[in-house]
């Protein structure tokens, strides 16, 4: 077979002739040779581009320039565009290129002359389940070149004069043309063919039909016929004229029906002449062609005598001089010549036969090796000339006409299957195209079937001896067995590296114990193979990507343990059980070769560690489960057999993970404490309200944990431990910093004024005793300003992050501790049963659940009471701290009716707003409800601690119960603040304290007397506290501040309490009714942009509210 380097410079070469020959340009001056010829040229080195610039602009040709040109390209780089856009040649200078590429290189190789079939193919996978073919073709992979090209040499003797495949494939179509018209059909011409349709065209269009016209129909088909073999064996149609004409005359002129090579080169010899060819050079070739043949028939025939074989030598050396042939020897000598040579040829044709074979002559055995080439090119030829993979629609007609030559040629049925069925496998050798393959096995099939095989053409076959070297010694084979050991010899070669060559295996029946016994070499040396061709590319792929050789490798290994798993396995057991023990095995102690002296030096987790271990890791379990799945296949359940050695990256990884995480430790504390010290409690927008600190520390955290699953290496509850020790002592640090900046609640809180009775002066005094106050210490003091409440709100906002993150959190290193594995030797070790496997499986599972519960129980404990902390410390701070002047000293002051809480709501409201702008939706409730309760206090507090200058009549008890309902209602908020049940229900004290005051006098003092065992003496000294309603404290503070002279003359002979106009208890002139909470948050207005929800969230009071307090501002 010819490769399609020579087919392409061939073809080349055709088109160029036919170019330079056209009518166009009869001549090619050059400046040396003005009248050049074009057969004196060579045009394998004429730029084809050159030529064709020529023919376009209407110039001449100049044959030096043209190969000057061709020099010239040939020096620059050949781009091939493609549609995979993968083809490509590149000439650049190595030193001064980028990275080089990743493939390798192509591997260097030459076809034979013989081969017809490219050298290679991609990936394939074939396979027969009894006689249905299975065949899988693969692109994933580039070509590979095959590596023993005489694989498709099939032995047969050399050709002594070197005829070439154009020379072959010339005579196989002679010799098919002949053998056609000596088997009695009429061949036409074209000229002829012009002219039949001519005459149909007039038949037709006259309406006449006759038996003439139908008889034509068959000959024209095999016309037809015929000029597809033309084209498809790629001969001239000028030629084919000649051929046609020349072998119809010979037809007419030849009394016997039998034809054999000599008869027709012969005949040809005297009837084509120079002067029928068109260029000299065709016809140069073709003589010499003719006279190869004959040479090769005649003067190299082993039992013709010496005069016989000089006399052919003699006259081919005629033939062969140009000079003498063609212009010197007059007609009448070339006919003796030829007369000399065919009396040989006649007188070896009436030899017997030596098989007695019906038509049999000397010829097919002493020239079978030419016999045998012409029909693979006959065979060939029924191939698309423009799809190599495809038989032409004709193939099954052609075929018919190409068993003409059976005679000629000397072929037989069976020897027409086996031919068949090679030449087709090697065209599927050549192009992958699987349907090929199947009608290939149907011919051998019917090779190994034939039944009742005649005796003498058994010994004919036999006698057809090929010649192979194997292992070094030579074989002589008969035809059959050579192409079957060709065969042979390919499939072992894809078998002995099925990894390359195959991607899918069927299973087959009919297998013996010897193709039993070489599956297990097939298995080892796959094996090796696949490994020997990554890791030699591993040193340039690990520069390229920059990383480890070793973690490469094991991941090229772990595909070929998957694919053994997954593709071969299943298919290889069933005549070999212990395929996977053997492939896991070999795997195994390939890479523990090169991984051993990489694990003695490991001290830390480097950055080759963190790639070499996880990788060799993952390796082994690959092969741990390839080994265990063939052992139960097997029938030993042995997973992890003595001879199995695992590798210790388990024990070497366990110390240096600990030390790892205890270095992260130190470092996520280093960082947090940085992070909170840099920390000024600002919202990071809007929609994220939490600290930018909190966020720093989850991303270190999580980062933490990322790196730690990351490492991909096999751990135990011990390092699951360790990591949740760095988060929980990283986040409680956290919490507890957010805890420490604090300040106790009792320091918001006024301190209790002197208890005094009411007492009306009409002359006034001049100088009034003031109410002493006790200044918070100067820190205290700085901690409450800084600590506003929307830094409070922040804090919340950050607290209630943690909560949402340590879901996500514990969720997350679950999910990822679900996926670890344990290390190789915590694995299974022996056989054990399922009860103890389930209840090993449950404590562990059990001790997990406690780590963790352990671990994020108690911060989220923590970070739940901290919420609750600062919550009720908000409450108090907005009422009693932030609103104190507003709130505290103004309301009720002096007298009821001018200073009543209405005035107060707005403010109250204001903050309100701001808060729910400020806090998480999940947390606004609480902190609405704890400044409820503090505001229900605060109220309490001016009817029980008001001072001297707060007095209540009776009159003004209901003023004040309409004033505690317009503050539930604040709360409520029609519905969109808090629950109105739980507003009443910490409403109850304040309402029970005014039912107090609407008691009689008398009932007051009278209860008082009944609890008066319970007072104590230093009733001036006391500190706030919460109060119970029959207490005897409460019961005194409610006649300090009833407006009744029966409770002061009481209260002035019962406890000498003095007069609450002897005292003076108003505020400060720097107390303003602007709060620091409310001038930070009229600040905040500015540069925040409120949600309409958070502004209407409690600006919504009952009418009542709304129509007494016509100024209140947003």
């Known amino acids: 077979m010819e490769s ?120 394939i996978a074939m396979s027969r389940d009894g006689h249905d073919l299975k065949y899988t073709a ?192 007059p007609p009448s000598e070339r006919a003796e010549v030829l007369l000399a040579m065919k009396e040989v040829a006649s007188k070896l044709a009436s030899v ?27 065979l060939f030829g029924m191939f698309d000339v423009l799809d190599e993979g495809q038989l032409i629609e004709e193939a099954d007609e052609i075929l018919m006409l190409i068993k003409l030559t059976w005679s000629t040629l000397g072929i037989n049925q069976r020897m027409h299957n086996v031919l068949y069925g090679w030449v087709l496998f090697q065209q599927f050798v050549g192009t992958d195209e699987a349907t090929l393959l199947e009608y290939a096995i149907l011919e051998v099939q019917q090779v190994l079937s034939t039944e009742d095989i005649d005796g003498k053409e058994e010994q004919y076959m036999n006698s057809l001896v090929c010649s192979r070297v194997f292992n070094g010694k030579e074989k002589k084979l008969s035809l059959v067995e050579a192409i079957f050991f060709s065969m042979s010899i390919w499939c072992d070669s894809k078998l002995l590296d099925y990894h390359l060559h195959f991607s899918k295996l069927t299973k087959t029946n009919g297998l013996d114990e010897i193709a039993a016994k070489k599956l297990k070499t097939y298995i080892q040396k796959s094996i090796e193979a696949a490994y020997s061709r990554v890791a030699a590319t591993m040193d340039l792929e690990s520069k390229l990507e920059r990383t480890h050789p070793l973690a490469l490798l094991a991941n090229e290994l772990r595909l070929i343990a998957n694919r053994e798993l997954t593709v071969f396995c299943p298919i290889l057991r069933h005549w070999c059980p212990e395929a996977g023990m053997i492939s896991a095995m070999l795997l195994n102690q390939l890479y523990g070769e090169r991984l051993k002296p990489f694990l003695k030096g490991v001290m830390n987790l480097s950055e080759d560690v963190k790639l070499v271990l996880p990788a060799a890791d993952m390796l082994d379990h690959d092969l741990t489960q390839l080994y265990s799945s063939a052992c139960k296949d097997h029938g030993s359940f042995h997973p992890f057999d003595q001879d199995f050695d695992h590798y210790e990256v388990g024990e070497i990884s366990r ?35 939490q600290a930018v600190s909190v966020v720093e520390v989850f991303r270190i955290v999580e980062e933490t ?86 830094k409070l709100c922040v804090r919340l906002n950050t607290l209630q992050y943690i909560q949402k993150q340590m879901r996500t959190l514990e969720d997350g290193i679950r999910k990822s501790w679900a996926l670890v594995r344990p290390s190789a030797n915590q694995r299974w070790t022996k056989e054990e049963s399922l009860e103890n496997l389930e209840e090993s499986s449950m404590m562990s599972s059990e001790s997990i659940d406690e780590l963790f519960a352990t671990t994020f129980n108690i911060i989220r404990d923590t970070a739940t009471d901290a919420i609750n902390k600062i919550c009720d410390f908000i409450g108090t701070k907005v009422v009693f701290w ?43 409730d609480l902190v609405v409800l704890s400044i409820c309760q503090a505001a229900l206090e605060a109220f309490v507090w001016v009817l029980l601690d008001g001072g001297p200058s707060r007095a209540f009549s009776d009159s003004d008890i209901p003023m004040m119960e309409d004033d505690l309902n317009m503050l539930k209602d604040l709360f409520v908020a029609d519905g969109e603040g808090l629950p109105r049940s739980l507003v009443q229900k910490k409403a109850e004290f304040a309402e ?64 000498q309490l003095p007069m609450s106009s002897e005292y003076d208890d108003t505020p400060s002139k720097d107390s303003t009714l602007r709060s620091p909470l409310i001038s930070d948050l009229i600040k905040r207005s500015a540069s925040f942009h409120w949600t309409e929800k958070g502004q209407s969230s409690f600006i919504s009071l009952k009418k009542k509210l709304q129509e007494a307090t016509s100024e209140i501002r947003w």
């Open 882 to 924: 932030d609103l104190r002047d507003s709130f505290l000293f103004r309301l009720y002051r002096g007298n009821v009716e001018d200073a009543r809480l209405d005035s107060i709501l707005p403010h109250v409201d204001t903050v309100l707003d701001r808060i729910c702008d400020l806090i998480d939706d999940a947390l606004r």
């Open 655 to 689: 110390p240096i993970i600990l030390d790892w995480v205890i270095a992260q430790h130190g470092r996520i504390l280093e960082w947090t404490g940085r992070a909170f010290d840099l920390e000024d409690w600002e919202p990071l927008s809007s929609q994220q309200r």
């Open 992 to 1055: 029970q304290i005014l039912s107090l005051f609407a008691l009689q006098t008398g009932t007051v003092i009278q209860m008082l007397m009944t609890a008066s065992e319970h007072i104590s003496t230093g009733l001036d000294s006391r500190k706030h506290g919460r109060l119970c309603l029959g207490d005897a404290q409460t019961l005194v503070r409610v006649l300090c501040h009833k407006k009744d002279r029966e409770a002061s003359k009481f209260l002035k002979r019962q406890y």
């Open 4 to 123: 399609l380097l020579q087919r392409y410079r061939r073809d080349r070469r055709k088109l160029l002739d036919f170019i330079l020959s056209s009518a166009s340009i009869h001549q090619i001056p050059t400046s040396s040779a003005p009248t050049a010829n074009v057969s004196d040229s060579d045009l394998d080195v004429v730029s084809a581009d050159y030529v064709l610039d020529c023919l376009k602009s209407g110039g001449v040709v100049d044959i030096s320039e043209a190969t000057k040109r061709y020099y010239e390209e040939s020096a620059r780089p050949v781009m091939i565009h493609s549609q995979l856009g993968d083809s490509y040649f590149l000439s650049s200078d190595p030193d001064l290129a980028e990275s080089p590429p990743r493939r390798l290189p192509p591997r260097i190789h030459v076809n034979q002359s013989t081969n017809h079939a490219s050298s290679s193919s991609e990936n």
């Open 705 to 790: 944990v990322d790196q730690f699953f990351g490492l991909n290496l096999p751990m135990d509850i011990t390092h699951l431990q360790a990591l949740l020790s760095v988060i929980f002592h990283s986040l409680d640090t956290y919490l507890q910093k957010v805890i420490s900046e604090s300040v106790e609640k009792s320091y918001l809180f006024p301190p209790a004024p002197s208890l005094t009775r009411y007492k009306e002066m009409v002359i006034p005094i001049a100088k009034k005793k003031l109410v002493e106050s006790t200044p918070l210490d100067e820190k205290v003091n700085n901690k409450l300003n800084e600590l506003t409440i929307s």
């Open 138 to 329: 693969t692109t994933s992979t580039p070509l590979k070149p095959v590596e023993n090209l005489n694989i498709f040499s099939l032995g047969l003797p050399i050709l002594n004069t070197g005829l070439s495949d154009d020379d072959l494939r010339e005579s196989a179509y002679e010799i098919m043309l002949a053998s056609i018209v000596f088997s009695g059909v009429q061949v036409y011409t074209v000229q002829d063919r012009k002219k039949e349709k001519s005459s149909k065209f007039l038949s037709g269009f006259k309406g006449k039909m006759d038996k003439a016209h139908l008889q034509s129909q068959s000959l024209g088909r095999h016309s037809e016929l015929i000029d597809t073999i033309r084209v498809q064996m790629q001969i001239s149609e000028v030629m084919d004229l000649c051929m046609r004409q020349k072998l119809m005359q010979f037809a007419t002129r030849k009394l016997c029906d039998r034809i054999d090579i000599p008869q027709i080169s012969l005949g040809l010899l005297n009837s084509i002449f120079k002067s029928d060819f068109v260029h000299e050079k065709s016809y140069m070739q073709w003589k010499y062609r003719q006279a190869n043949i004959l040479e090769e028939v005649l003067y190299f025939f082993v039992n013709l005598k010496t005069a016989e074989r000089l006399t052919i030598k003699s006259s081919l050396a005629k033939i062969r001089n140009t000079k003498e042939w063609d212009f010197i020897m």
């Open 352 to 378: 017997p036969g030596q098989f007695g074979i019906h038509d049999e002559t000397c010829y097919w055995t002493a020239g079978y090796h030419l016999n045998i080439r012409i029909y693979e090119k006959l």
